[in-house]
């Protein structure tokens, strides 16, 4: 099976934020402590990065406008690379608080989740950010919320809370309010913690599995039926990329970790094929 892990010239202290650009056939991600933007480009494996002035959870890319939408500390910015603009869109957050991942779904929204710098307390929350800017705490009480994925029908998401090792299930209504907050997946103690997640075209979950050095496949009725290893043990997100989408790649935390893969950027065969990535409408 393939493992290949992407050459250059750092490690993340605590890699997040995949997300899949068809538009520049490029993997972006962000590593949150290291406070930068990095950009694989598929075409030459090619790796860029970008200083930022704070910590930085996401990027999603923007529909009809140039660049990104970003978490930025607490913040919801716009954000271009070439050259390096920055300009806030909202600040729905608690004092001590940071952005952690997010998605987009098919509709344009953006989910995103928030926690304490520390993920100690229930301080986090999880927003919803609509095609006109205005922003809407959905759930709260979260330690480390993470990892939103949408469903190919786009009719349910998925959430976690690291810190409770649990992965919840909500029903999307049209106009994308949540439905009731359900029990998805409890992990067992030697699956690692839950964290960033991604959906295949079948409806399979992939999560990465912090701790525990791997991802993980769980069928839509919530059992595990596929493991994929990586040489380090702190994996946090996972992706499907390229132009059959048929590429994972995995990214991984060197904050705290002492072997020679941390931090690394990895491409995994998954052997299945993902959901498009979706872009913001606003």
Known sequence: ???????????????????????????????????????????????????????IGWVVEREDAPGFVAGLDRRIVTLTLDPLTIGTLADPDRAGNRMNDAKADAAGRIW?????????????AFYRLDADGAVARVDDGYRIANGPAISPDGRTLFHTDSGLRTVYRFAIGNDGSLGDREIFIRFEDDWGDPDGMTLDADGGLWIACWGAGCVMRFTPEGRRDRSITLPTSQVSNCIFAGERLDMMFVTSASDGVNDSQAGALFEVDPGCIGTPTRRYHG
């Open 112 to 124: 995103f989740g928030t926690m304490s710098m520390d993920g100690a307390q229930p301080t986090g």
């Open 1 to 55: 099976m393939l493992l290949r892990t992407i050459t250059r010239d750092r490690r993340d202290l605590l890699g997040e934020g995949l997300m899949w650009s068809a538009r520049q056939n490029a993997v972006y991600w962000t590593d949150i402590l290291g406070q930068r933007v990095n950009r694989l480009l598929l075409d030459s494996d090619q790796v860029d990065s970008w200083k930022m002035p704070g910590t």
